[in-house]
């Protein structure tokens, strides 16, 4: 059985006319109309980026190591129980054995 999605698609012809039927609550002409100061006064208002400063100067990209290639020999329905899940059953896979890893290293 598929899993939900909770995320919703619209193409941009469908978001157009959503707009204007009025099914938009957002006022893009408003917001459009925002001058840099005026968008710079509205964050400074907005209680969720309070003290929030981003320094980037120090940033740095840290790449995930590669997986390793592994052909394991499993029990079949534990494989069809990830495989029921649906995509990336094998980053579930991975996931859980990465729970297990980090419990037992945090036990010795």
Same mark, same amino acid.
């Given at each position: 059985m598929p899993k939900k999605e909770r995320i919703v698609r619209h193409t941009d012809?469908?978001?157009?006319?959503?707009?204007?039927?009025? +099914?938009?609550?957002?006022?893009? +002409?408003?917001?459009?109309?925002l001058t840099p100061p005026e968008i710079e006064a509205a964050i400074a208002r907005d209680?969720?980026?309070a003290g929030l400063e981003l320094d980037w100067t120090q940033a740095t990209?840290?790449?995930p190591q590669p997986k390793a290639?592994?052909?394991m020999r499993i029990d079949r329905d534990i494989l069809e129980f990830f495989k029921s899940e649906g995509k990336?059953?094998?980053t579930k896979i991975n +996931?859980?054995?990465r729970s297990y890893?980090?419990?037992m290293s945090g036990q010795r």
């Open positions: 012809v469908e978001l157009r006319a959503m707009q204007e039927q009025g +099914a938009s609550k957002s006022d893009w +002409a408003a917001a459009a109309a209680p969720d980026e990209v840290e790449l290639i592994l052909n990336g059953y094998q +996931a859980v054995l890893v980090d419990r």
